[in-house]
């Protein structure tokens, strides 16, 4: 059996996002301001708001299981940025990823700052995730 590159990359960011997730104590997801460039990432062009924050064990397991059986798609070039989702360990921000919500009909693109891997999730469990977390 020959392992390919794409191998390890694709196993070596998956580790890196998952593992992210499980260093969490508060996932923080924010849309963004209204009338902002689809393609711009500051910070500043993301609400301020908790209304789509969690920080109970269940609820950040719960967004992991939105990856289950998800299309890892490597390098993704231009996407749309909808959502900042930033990951919280102790108060400390220790990691931001992105999520389009436009590119594709019935998926979500989450990725990295540098566009070097990404994840496909359905967008009907994206929603339903946001609804069920909403001001809590």
């Not at 929603?127 to 909403?134: A, C, F, G, T, V």
């Amino acid at each position: 059996m020959t392992l390919s590159c794409n191998y390890f990359e694709e196993t070596s960011d998956k580790v890196s996002f998952y593992s992210t997730i499980s260093e969490s104590d508060k996932i923080r997801i924010k849309p963004k301001r209204f009338n902002q460039n689809e393609s711009v990432r500051e910070d500043s062009c993301f609400e301020n708001t908790n209304k789509y924050q969690v920080d109970d064990l269940k609820e950040i397991e719960n967004f992991e299981k939105l990856f289950e059986n998800s299309e890892y798609t490597g390098y993704c070039c231009c996407p749309d940025t909808d959502f900042a989702i930033d990951f919280y360990r102790e108060s400390q921000k220790i990691e931001t990823y992105f999520a389009d919500t436009i590119k594709y009909v019935d998926k979500v693109q989450v990725f990295e700052e540098s566009f070097q891997f990404s994840f496909l999730i359905d967008k009907k469990k994206w929603k339903s995730y946001l609804m069920e977390i909403e001001n809590k």
